[in-house]
């Protein structure tokens, strides 16, 4: 167990919806990072949060969002579904370690898009 | 980050060394070797990292060539439950402590298949 949760485990949902997709960080780390896992394109990163403020961007697309609240949780929100947004979502979140530090990552989001 | 390039597949009998290679040549003098492994659609794991020092944790060890351009993970004493894809990741510490730096590059990694 990582200390890492994510909400919910799956989903089911059809073209043209919308979901949110929710993370709960370790106690005590203030970096999460979103990443997108699908079948032809493996484990992309898709965008980082820290202490509340958006710090990087990776592949994410533009019907994609994401934030971090006060309390450190996260929100991924997937707008506009198309078949090939199904996937497994991850969140990981670190903790600095004088510049080099490990990401710790949950269990997943199962979306399927039908 | 440097890229990396590692075997597609590998076995490993139950109870012997697994030793999984990465070759990273393009490797720069501040980037870290980090490894993470996949259990069957489980959430990455952390495994080990290091920048040119050999390191050990309870998990494995981490060997990196004098000159680095290569590494070498090794499960001691491999279980079934080692069965997973290793990731092999080379990256640049983040140059501030305080503000993180951004997502991890993952590539096809190598599956490690353990056989009883």
């Known amino acids: 167990d990582s200390g890492v949760t994510q909400t919910p485990k799956h989903l089911i949902t059809a073209t043209g919806q919308r979901v949110t997709l929710r993370c709960s960080p370790r106690?005590?780390?203030?970096?999460v990072y979103w990443y997108q896992q699908s079948l032809d394109q493996g484990l992309q990163f898709l965008i980082q949060?820290?202490?509340?403020?958006?710090?990087a961007k990776g592949n994410i697309l533009e019907r994609f969002s994401a934030q971090q609240f006060p309390d450190l949780h996260s929100e991924l929100n997937l707008s506009s579904l198309e078949l090939g947004d199904s996937a497994l979502y991850f969140c990981?979140?670190?903790?600095?370690?004088?510049?080099?530090?490990?990401?710790?990552f949950g269990p997943g989001t199962r979306l399927t898009v039908t | 980050d440097a890229k990396t390039t590692q075997p597609t597949s590998m076995d490993c009998a139950e109870g012997r060394a697994a030793n999984l290679p990465c070759n990273h040549s393009?490797?720069?003098?501040?980037?870290?070797v980090y490894w993470y492994r996949q259990i069957h659609s489980q959430g990455p794991q952390y495994i080990i990292h290091?920048?040119?020092n050999n390191e050990t944790n309870e998990m494995a060890s981490l060997i990196i060539t004098e000159d680095r351009k290569s590494s070498t993970l090794i499960l001691p004493h491999a279980t079934l439950r080692d069965t997973a894809v290793y990731y092999c990741?080379?990256?640049?510490?983040?140059?501030?402590?305080?503000?993180?730096?951004?997502?991890?590059?993952f590539g096809k990694g190598t599956h490690l298949i353990i056989q009883p």
């Open positions: 106690s005590g780390d203030l970096s």
């Open positions: 949060y820290y202490n509340g403020e958006e710090r």
């Open positions: 393009t490797i720069s003098g501040n980037e870290y």
């Open positions: 990981a979140s670190s903790v600095e370690l004088a510049g080099v530090y490990e990401q710790y």
């Open positions: 990741i080379v990256r640049v510490a983040a140059v501030y402590s305080g503000g993180g730096a951004d997502g991890l590059t």
């Open positions: 290091g920048l040119k």
